[in-house]
């Protein structure tokens, strides 16, 4: 059965560090490029970074660059995302996405429909 499932999302101060996970299953290995979306009530939604499992390549948008870090475990089947130095622009439920794609992650990839989502895990930055 194709899932992704995230977590790791709670309340944090600002400053403060959270790592969001995506459980991936049934996905075929290789095939796909897993990608961090984040979207409150009322804003649009926005690329946070991506992965490829075609050749483990990263992006990350403005909004990550130096403050967050995409990684897999591939033996796993799990995607994390480490955010560091929170602000409370930061709050936002944030998303897990696959696209069945062989290729390296880049903003290409960022007008595709993806191929699978998962729920959410909602992350609210504030003292």
């Known amino acids: 059965q194709l899932q992704l499932v995230e977590s790791g999302g709670g309340l944090v101060q600002p400053g403060g560090s959270l790592t969001l996970s995506c459980a991936a299953a049934?996905?075929?290995?290789?095939?796909?490029?897993i990608l961090w979306f984040r979207q409150a009530p009322g804003k649009e939604r926005e690329v946070v970074s991506c992965i490829s499992d075609y050749d483990d390549t990263t992006y990350y948008t403005d909004v990550a660059k130096g403050r967050f870090t995409i990684s897999a475990d591939n033996a796993k089947n799990m995607v994390y995302l480490q955010m560091n130095s929170l602000k409370p622009e930061d709050t936002d439920i944030y998303y897990c996405?696959?696209?069945?794609?062989?290729?390296?992650?880049?903003?290409?990839?960022?007008?595709?429909?993806?191929?699978?989502w998962g729920k959410g895990t909602l992350v609210t930055v504030s003292s």
């Open positions: 049934g996905l075929r290995k290789g095939y796909y490029s």
């Open positions: 996405a696959a696209y069945a794609v062989q290729a390296a992650c880049n903003t290409w990839l960022f007008g595709y429909d993806m191929d699978l």
